[in-house]
């Protein structure tokens, strides 16, 4: 393994131990669930907006992006 394969892998590893610890927090919990239902809802908005300017089929993928993970994140995430 090179080094800057080294470096890479000791930075991955970090993010995650961090990232694990910061799960354990209610409160992030509920700001990065927070987030990410505010992005789906807006891909959702965005798709009504480009679906009044014609843009059908573009509006179908983001609308029903945005509500598979929606509905995914209602679902899947109740921890």
Not at 32 to 51: F, Q
Not at 64 to 78: E, H, Q
């Amino acid at each position: 393994m090179s080094n800057l394969d080294q470096k890479i892998e000791n930075a991955a590893n970090k993010i995650e131990v961090v990232a694990n610890e910061a799960w354990k927090k209610r409160s992030f919990r509920i700001v990065s669930k927070s987030i990410s239902a505010t992005a789906e809802i807006g891909l959702m908005i965005g798709a009504a907006h480009l679906s009044e300017k014609g843009y059908k089929s573009a509006a179908t993928c983001l609308f029903g992006l945005g509500a598979v993970g929606l509905v995914c994140d209602l679902l899947f995430n109740r921890k």
